[in-house]
Nanobody, 115 residues
Framework: QVQLVESGGGLVQPGGSLRLSCAAS????????MGWYRQAPGKQRELVAV???????NYVDSVKGRFTISRDNAKNTVYLQMNSLKPEDTAVYYC?????????WGQGTQVTVSS
């Protein structure tokens, strides 16, 4: 079974940046699409960004122009570069396939944007 381990979260001031990493225990080369998701307190988990095998990306409107998803197949790692962070970006961030696989959720990484 594939394990996905997220890292890179933390406390950052509004306007700051963070880079999240998602390391997979197995190869992601053949995975058609990978996504970053987030869950804020009291809210449902939502899809934030997707990257397909060919490199095309898509983002939820609220992060367009601020977040960038990328993948390094050689390192079996997916990244999320987050710039111009806002308090409403505060959430636990997860990576998974897209569409997600229920048995692949990891622990996530907490991102808190606050002054």
């Amino acid at each position: 079974q594939v394990q996905l381990v997220e890292s890179g979260g933390g406390l950052v001031q509004p306007g700051g940046s963070l880079r999240l990493s998602c390391a997979a225990s197995g190869s992601i080369f053949s995975v058609r699409a990978m996504g970053w998701y987030r869950q804020a307190p009291g809210k449902q988990r939502e899809l934030v960004a997707v990257i397909v095998k060919g490199g095309s990306t898509n983002y939820v409107d609220s992060v367009k122009g601020r977040f960038t998803i990328s993948r390094d197949n050689a390192k079996n790692t997916v990244y999320l570069q987050m710039n111009s962070l806002k308090p409403e970006d505060t959430a636990v961030y997860y990576c998974n396939h897209f569409p997600y696989r229920p048995d692949y959720w990891g622990q996530g990484t907490q991102v808190t944007v606050s002054s």
